[in-house]
């Protein structure tokens, strides 16, 4: 049998939590995610626009090369994406934004 996960096992990302927050508490609020499926991983999600993304992407200095790009919702959601080791943990950074509706007056 399995033992159950503790609370000391999400150490990690809990750590890079309260560091991102007491060094960059300035900065617009995330989504947050833990898992405990994944225990050594936190989420930060952003729906306010890809500039605070990259707020955040520049934050931790996870490089604008890591970063990927992507469309979801039929291509009217942007994501922007960046993972990077940070504090000891697998820091996963989301930003989503609207793709500006084309311009329906060009023929």
Known sequence: MNEPL???GMAAPLRVL???AADFGHLPAPEVDLSRIYPEQLTLRFH???HVFEAWREAPAAPPEKATHGL???GVTRVLK?????AGA???LIG??????ADGGAQ
């Open 48 to 50: 306010e626009g890809l």
């Open 6 to 8: 503790t609370l000391d």
């Open 82 to 86: 960046a993972t990077t080791a940070y």
């Open 90 to 92: 697998e820091l996963h």
């Open 96 to 101: 989503y934004s609207d793709v500006p509706a």
């Open 18 to 20: 309260r560091l991102l």
């Open 72 to 74: 979801q919702g039929d």
